[in-house]
């Protein structure tokens, strides 16, 4: 299994620009029209793009139930990366199956040390999303 999620989550490598462009600050509970000054000033995750996916690959199990009706694809979470750099308010933007959704919230939820994003040299709430993809690799492969 542990071969299964590491193919799977190596696919995530190709969608990195999918979800890097998909930061915005949080002003209360809406997202703002506010833009971050530049990429720099995005909230990040301790060795970026590398460093949530060897966390996935470290942390993400394939639900048994899925995998045996092998149901694949992306889960896509949305959440708050908080002033202090904690994520918060995770929520399935685009669901695939219920333990699918399940467990891409369970693993996001346990993501911490980000930088925070920075507004006006000030860290700010920011809407961070994350695709999750799950794939079954072909026994052929």
């Not at 700010?124 to 052929?140: G, K």
């Amino acid at each position: 299994m542990r071969l299964l999620l590491t193919a799977a989550i190596l696919l995530l490598l190709g969608t990195a620009s999918a979800f890097a462009q998909s930061y915005q600050p949080v002003q209360g509970d809406t997202l703002s029209d506010i833009v971050l000054e530049h990429p720099d000033a995005y909230p990040e995750y301790p060795g970026g793009v590398e460093g949530i996916v060897k966390f996935l690959v470290e942390n993400l199990r394939y639900p048994e139930d899925a995998c045996s009706l092998n149901i694949q694809g992306r889960v896509i979470v949305r959440f708050v990366v908080d002033t202090e750099g904690k994520v918060t308010n995770p929520e399935v933007v685009h669901s695939i199956y219920p333990s699918l959704d399940a467990e891409a919230l369970r693993v996001v939820s346990l993501l911490e040390g980000f930088t925070p994003g920075i507004k006006d040299g000030k860290a700010v709430r920011t809407w961070y999303t994350l695709p999750i993809s799950f794939r079954i690799p072909d026994p052929q492969d």
